[in-house]
T-cell receptor
Framework: GQSLEQPSEVTAVEGAIVQINCTYQ??????LSWYQQHDGGAPTFLSY????GLEETGRFSSFLSRSDSYGYLLLQELQMKDSASYFC?????????????FGAGTRLFVKA | DAMVIQNPRYQVTQFGKPVTLSCSQTLNHNVMYWYQQKSSQAPKLLFH???????NEADTPDNFQSRRPNTSFCFLDIRSPGLGDTAMYLC????????????FGAGSRLTVL
């Protein structure tokens, strides 16, 4: 089966940098995605890594190491509005890639 | 703006009383999904449509059914809701089988009393 592990909670202060880790176990691999979800809201896509290395999009960066089955989301210059849950996700190769499996989510608290 | 719209946003129903949630999209995506998300948990896929082909997850209860009358609309029917079906129901879309991005609607929060 496919599984993902990420910390349940992370707390950081405004202006700081925070890293949210994700390790995965899959029988095949299409890449690692990250989604942000504010309380009561819908998940929104943040980033996708298919190859090893760092992808940067503004204040957010995402890293992947396929040999370690590991990735992380890096948030810089934290703002209060970044308080949300962050999910890493992979596509299940057993379903032809249709099924996206999400980790349990990391709840980020940003303090003033 | 192209988007995914879910109705109703909030629904309260009684135990055993059928409920239908709707999803419409203007993205013209050919794949539509229904996810169930319980409090503080990850979204869990219930089923998806690839065009008109329906694909049910093995662990989706028979109580949950779906219809997709055309490309733009998809419905989730819960025939006899139980207390354990209280959750957020998320509709999502993607273009093609290999899409890496899901576009979600704002969700329908269902409470079963």
């Amino acid at each position: 089966g496919q599984s993902l592990e990420q910390p349940s909670e992370v707390t950081a202060v405004e202006g700081a940098i925070v890293q949210i880790n994700c390790t995965y176990q899959t029988s095949g691999f299409y890449g690692l995605s990250w989604y942000q979800q504010h309380d009561g809201g819908a998940p929104t896509f943040l980033s996708y890594n298919a190859l090893d290395g760092l992808e940067e999009t503004g204040r957010f960066s995402s890293f992947l190491s396929r040999s370690d089955s590991y990735g992380y989301l890096l948030l810089q210059e934290l703002q209060m509005k970044d308080s949300a849950s962050y999910f890493c996700a992979v596509r299940d190769p057993n379903t032809g890639g249709f099924k996206t499996i999400f980790g349990a989510g990391t709840r980020l608290f940003v303090k003033a | 703006d192209a988007m995914v719209i879910q109705n109703p946003r909030y629904q309260v129903t009684q135990f055993g009383k059928p409920v239908t949630l709707s999803c419409s999209q203007t993205l013209n995506h050919n794949v539509m999904y229904w996810y169930q998300q319980k409090s503080s948990q990850a979204p869990k896929l219930l089923f998806h449509y690839y065009d008109k082909d329906f694909n049910n997850e093995a662990d989706t209860p028979d109580n949950f059914q779906s219809r997709r009358p055309n490309t733009s609309f998809c419905f989730l029917d819960i025939r006899s809701p139980g207390l354990g079906d209280t959750a957020m129901y998320l509709c999502a879309t993607s273009q093609g089988a290999g899409a890496n991005v899901l576009t979600f609607g704002a969700g329908s929060r269902l409470t079963v009393l």
